[in-house]
């Protein structure tokens, strides 16, 4: 099993900045494929961005592309989301995600939360 823990959620106006961070415990870290999910209430979850295990390969859903950014630390244990431009309309809880390698999301955090205000 995996343990993978948010941090970095808060209340930011609008145009404003936030990093998000994810921990991970439990099993090696450094080839799993990682993601960013987010759930706005009343909504369904939705992807929002994910990176490869060696960090080369990046991807992003069409409404945070060019203001968010995902990145693994140098340890290869923490995967961040760094959210620049923020907008009402992220508000949301935001979920950490790995694939093991089986093209799954496996395993998911317990979630942080984003508000953003106008």
């Known amino acids: 099993q995996v343990q993978l823990v948010e941090s970095g959620g808060g209340l930011v106006q609008a145009g404003g900045s936030l990093r998000l961070s994810c921990a991970a415990s439990?099993?090696?870290?450094?080839?799993?494929?990682m993601s960013w999910f987010r759930r706005a209430p009343g909504k369904a979850r939705e992807f929002v961005a994910a990176?490869?295990?060696?960090?080369?390969?990046?991807y992003y859903s069409n409404s945070v592309k060019g203001r968010f950014t995902i990145s693994r630390d140098n340890a290869k244990n923490t995967v961040y989301l760094q959210m620049n431009g923020l907008k009402p309309e992220d508000t949301a809880v935001y979920y950490c995600a790995a694939d093991p390698g089986n093209s799954v999301w496996t395993y998911w955090g317990q979630g942080t939360q984003v508000a953003v205000s106008s």
């Open positions: 990176i490869t295990w060696s960090g080369s390969n990046f």
């Open positions: 439990g099993r090696t870290f450094s080839n799993y494929r």
